[in-house]
């Protein structure tokens, strides 16, 4: 087990702000390119007329997946050094439907807001705004809220130990659902445009 | 069908005139070569650092920081501020999400350059005012901010993160944004078409 590099101390903390920077223009980069500095194109995924954030969002997140799990196996990446968001379950459905509703309402998210910002998008400008003043409220109401923001704690809880399955599996049921969830995609896309030629 | 292709020839020369003096916008990169793309930068994050990717809690850095600046006292009594301004040993902002975040306005605005897609513009459906749309703008960041802050994570560090590491409450969320999204887009219809 080497990775991950930054745990076992192969460089200090000021090199991963370095790093960080790396990594975030490759993250910023292949999201500009999807087009998501567009909030056009990422609100037409909830209108079945472009789905490509479906697409964009499951491939990379069947990619990592799939890398995480085969360097697990390969006994180069210690998983267990990974670091995992632990589940509250209602906090996080409730932020889930919330942010959602976010999503179309101002036709981006945090990350792609700061491409289209950094492409010329004035609207994504002003979202971003609403992002810190949302951050804000939430802030001055944390006291009243941390109670509900602290329950239903399951620790870090994984999709295998949640369904008791070995880990290849629930892998692999993955790669399964975003085969089918992409070929859905591509029928319904093509479903759109038909509907969308007859009515012109 | 007939009708469509004559309304796109009439409207192309102007279109070609309009951006021949500017670069002309490439096409976007294919879809799943795009998810390749941004999944492998996610498992460089996972290897190289043993965390993914990020984007909110750069903002939660910045909006603490903000309160912290401006009544230190208010900050310093309540938990959320207090945990994202830190002790006072390190400046916030020397922080792994601050500098990741910097990087991908950076890789965003080189893609866009590359691509010739920078223009100063405002993205909306034909049928609403740019004052509107900015309302709108608005009120979606808000959400956004209040529930990635509810959720502990928004698209990138919830979805995207906890969805290729398989995290129950990762999953969970990402059903319940694109639940919350297709509830509301009936409602928001005319801002997009």
């Not at chain 1, 390119?33 to 990422?42: D, M, Y």
Request: charged fraction near 10%; aromatic fraction near 14%.
């Amino acid at each position: 087990m080497t990775a991950p590099f930054f745990k076992f101390g192969y460089f200090s903390e000021d090199i991963g702000l370095v790093l960080a920077i790396v990594i975030g223009i490759g993250f910023g980069f292949f999201l500009e390119q999807a087009g998501f500095g567009s909030g056009r194109k990422l609100a037409a995924q909830f209108y079945f007329t472009d789905m490509t954030v479906l697409k964009v969002m499951f491939t990379a997140i069947v990619t990592a997946m799939l890398g995480v799990f085969w360097l697990g196996v390969a006994g180069v990446l210690d998983l267990s050094l990974v670091y995992v968001s632990p589940t509250y379950l209602w906090p996080q459905i409730a932020g889930g439907l919330v942010l959602g509703a976010g999503f179309v309402i101002g036709g981006y998210c945090p990350g792609t807001s700061c491409v289209a910002v950094s492409t010329g998008k004035a609207d994504a400008l002003v979202y971003l705004g609403g992002i810190l003043a949302g951050i804000f409220v939430f802030g001055e109401l944390f006291p009243a809220i941390e109670e509900f923001y602290i329950s239903s704690a399951y620790g870090t809880l994984t999709l295998p130990e949640v369904f008791h399955l070995p880990y290849g599996v629930v892998v692999f049921a993955v790669v399964v659902m975003a085969i089918g969830a992409f070929a859905a995609a591509e029928w319904g896309e093509r479903k759109m445009a038909q509907k969308k030629e007859n009515k012109t | 069908m007939a009708t469509n292709a004559a309304v796109l020839e009439s409207t192309r020369p102007k279109a070609a005139v309009h951006t021949a003096s500017k670069a002309t916008p490439q096409p976007y990169m294919n879809s799943y070569l795009a998810g390749i793309g941004l999944g492998l930068v996610l498992l460089a994050a996972f290897v190289i650092m043993g965390r993914g990717l990020g984007a909110s809690g750069a903002f939660s850095t910045l909006v603490s920081s903000g309160v912290a600046a401006i009544a230190p006292e208010h900050a310093a009594g309540n938990p959320f501020y207090s945990e994202y301004v830190g002790d006072g040993t390190t400046s916030p902002f020397k922080d792994w999400l601050v500098f990741e975040v910097i990087g991908v306005f950076l890789g965003g605005f080189l893609s866009g350059t590359l691509s010739g897609r920078v223009k100063w513009m405002v993205e909306k459906g034909p049928s609403i005012t740019t004052r509107k749309r900015f309302y709108f703008a608005f009120l979606g960041g808000g959400l956004m901010g209040f529930g990635a802050k509810l959720a502990r994570g928004c698209t990138s560090g919830q979805a995207l993160t906890g969805g290729a590491l398989l995290g129950a409450g990762s999953w969970a969320f990402m059903m319940c944004v694109f639940a919350g999204a297709y509830a509301f887009a009936y409602l928001m219809r005319r801002q997009w078409q």
